[in-house]
């Protein structure tokens, strides 16, 4: 019989801590491979998944390797705590494999099994040595066999697969993410969903010719990091009757500040609604015009809430990387029309002052036009229900 065995950080997790960490990670595991009929459950100190359909394996793997919580997880052999048992396991596990190479690293966490890890190194090397002619290399070998003995059984395994690390969905509660269609964003939302934050997304659009483009590239993007985090929220806010005062009322040289600061009030009553308590965004101080420490300082200043900008002290390289390995990277860089683009001065203000902004402001029905905003507000729901 084969499991998961599933390793998660727990530098940290101690007591209460541990147990909740633990149940969040196994209910998140579980919602992703119920429906490949296999099921997760906490033994000794560790997350088991039990398969049913062995042929579901890779599918199961690709899951896991996407949940955040899981350092790294292996596809093992199920042994029962007898050591001529586990001497059989390796065998058989290594002959249809191809190595010269190998070493035996046992770990022991039942100490009541009668061999130490050393001894077991040892009993177990030599006989794979004495059967199958291959020679024991302790710096990098080709084969590592890895032997977990536990209370009730033992799992033997070779290959163990990274996973994502972090902290499992929803441990640290809800944030909202200001998602544009840029290459950012995402990946700032990737970074919280890591910390234990379930995302819910928010994205402003003006109704255009190509408001159906910018949906689908969106709605993209979200299932891309649904694979993460589960069922995701999606708000999607038309923005158009802000962005027409604004054309009326702000200086080109504000404009992305006034239209940016709505986006905060915007997000935030989205959030209070929600039950998250705080704001995400993909700013990276000094990238472009609108992120400079001056403006960044008048932008989050129209909300009340914490804004994490996880990418604050990211090079552009080290967030396109990051794009690409969680596969945001390929849509984001598809062209697509920005909501706002088009009311950028051509030499947006780079050092906004508040007294200048909140002077434009006195000549705006902000609370009436976040309001409009929220009416015109569209939730809709990215990553199948069974995933959530
Ligand atoms: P990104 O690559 O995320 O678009 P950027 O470096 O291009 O970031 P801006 O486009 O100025 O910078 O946006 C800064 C941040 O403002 C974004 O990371 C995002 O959090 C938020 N934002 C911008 N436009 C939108 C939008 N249309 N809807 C939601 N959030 C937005
Ligand atoms: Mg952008």
Redesign the pocket.
């Given at each position: 019989m084969k499991v998961f065995v599933v390793h998660y950080s727990e530098i940290g997790l101690k007591g209460e801590n541990r147990e909740f960490f633990e149940k969040k990670l196994v209910e998140n595991i579980n919602r992703k491979v119920k429906g490949a009929g296999a099921l997760a459950r906490r033994r000794f100190g560790r997350i088991i998944v039990e398969i049913r359909d062995e042929s579901k394996a890779d599918e199961i793997a690709e899951k896991l390797s996407k949940t955040p919580g899981i350092r790294y997880f292996a596809l093992a052999r199920v042994c029962k705590l007898d050591i001529e048992a586990i001497k059989k396991a390796a065998v058989a596990i290594l002959q249809d494999m191809k190595f010269s190479t190998f070493k035996i690293a046992a770990s022991r966490s039942n100490k009541s099994f009668p061999y130490n890890s050393m001894e077991i190194n040892r009993m177990v090397g030599s006989v794979v040595v004495e059967k199958l002619g291959k020679k024991v290399k302790m710096k990098e070998p080709d084969v590592v066999v890895h032997i977990e003995i536990c209370e009730k059984e033992a799992y033997i395994y070779t290959e163990r697969i990274e996973g994502v690390g972090g902290l499992p969905v929803s441990v640290s509660g809800r944030v909202v993410?200001?998602?544009?269609?840029?290459?950012?964003?995402p990946v700032?939302s990737f970074l919280l969903m890591k910390r234990g934050c379930k995302i819910v997304f928010?994205?402003?659009?003006n109704e255009t010719l190509h408001s159906r483009e910018v949906r689908k590239k969106i709605e993209s993007i979200v299932r891309v990091l649904a694979e993460f985090q589960g069922e995701s929220k999606l708000y999607m806010v038309n923005f158009g009757d802000v962005q027409r005062e604004i054309i009326k009322v702000v200086p080109a040289s504000y404009r992305m500040i006034i239209y940016?600061r709505f986006?905060m009030r915007i997000g935030e009553k989205i959030a209070r609604k929600e039950g998250a308590n705080a704001l995400?965004?993909?700013?990276?101080v000094a990238?472009?015009a609108?992120?400079t420490l001056d403006n960044l300082a008048a932008i989050y200043e129209a909300t009340g809430m914490p804004v994490l900008t996880p990418l604050a002290g990211f090079d552009k390289e080290e967030t396109i990387d990051l794009a690409k390995r969680i596969g945001t990277y390929e849509i984001?860089i598809q062209p697509y029309p920005?909501?706002?683009s088009f009311m950028i001065a051509k030499h947006p203000e780079t050092r906004a002052k508040l007294e200048v902004v909140k002077r434009i402001e006195e000549n705006m029905d902000v609370e009436g036009l976040v309001e409009k905003a929220l009416e015109n507000t569209e939730l809709v729901t990215i990553g199948s229900k069974r995933e959530q």
């Open positions: 993410s200001l998602l544009s269609g840029g290459i950012d964003s700032a928010v994205h402003f659009f940016r986006m995400v965004t993909g700013d990276n990238q472009v609108s992120q984001s920005d909501c706002c």
